[in-house]
């Protein structure tokens, strides 16, 4: 695969069946899962085309679904624009290596400017290795950390 295969584009209705295969092995990466009605909610919410729901890219190498992004815009207490949330990543393991996951962070970079909201930020899990040598070259390390209410 070569990045001269790549192509992202926003999903369609078409692309439910290849965005399950592929959000489907994200979740199960990072060893959890979600109901179906996440599923249905979700992909509802990234075709709804309303700016306040996530938004979806996927990428094609060769004609086959290798990737895809979640993102969404979120207001700030901190200054006018809004903040670009990339909250899922994912590549198939064929494709990592090839520029994939790159490309789609580079395509959520683009539409956070077309927005005209050019912060974007992510989190990943601390044993997410392979991907946080990319996020080194590709975003700048925060010193903040994230706490989740006690369960």
């Avoid at 909250?87 to 198939?92: G, M, R, S, V």
Wanted: one cysteine or more; charged letters at 20%.
């Amino acid at each position: 695969m070569s990045h001269t295969d790549l192509a992202i584009r926003p999903l369609r209705a078409e692309d439910e069946a290849l965005w399950r295969d592929l959000w489907g092995a994200y979740l199960a990466y990072y060893e959890t899962q979600v109901p179906e009605v996440v599923y249905a909610t979700t992909f509802a919410r990234l075709l709804s085309g309303k700016q306040e729901e996530p938004h979806g890219l996927i990428a094609f190498a060769d004609g086959q679904a290798v990737g895809l992004t979640h993102y969404m815009f979120q207001r700030s207490c901190w200054k006018v624009e809004q903040d670009c949330y990339l909250q899922d990543l994912f590549t198939t393991p064929a494709a990592r290596g090839h520029g994939v996951a790159r490309a789609l962070i580079h395509a959520v970079y683009a539409a956070a400017d077309a927005a005209g909201h050019p912060a974007v930020y992510w989190l990943t899990q601390e044993f997410n290795y392979r991907g946080r040598m990319l996020y080194d070259q590709v975003g700048t390390k925060s010193p903040f950390i994230l706490y989740d209410r006690a369960a």
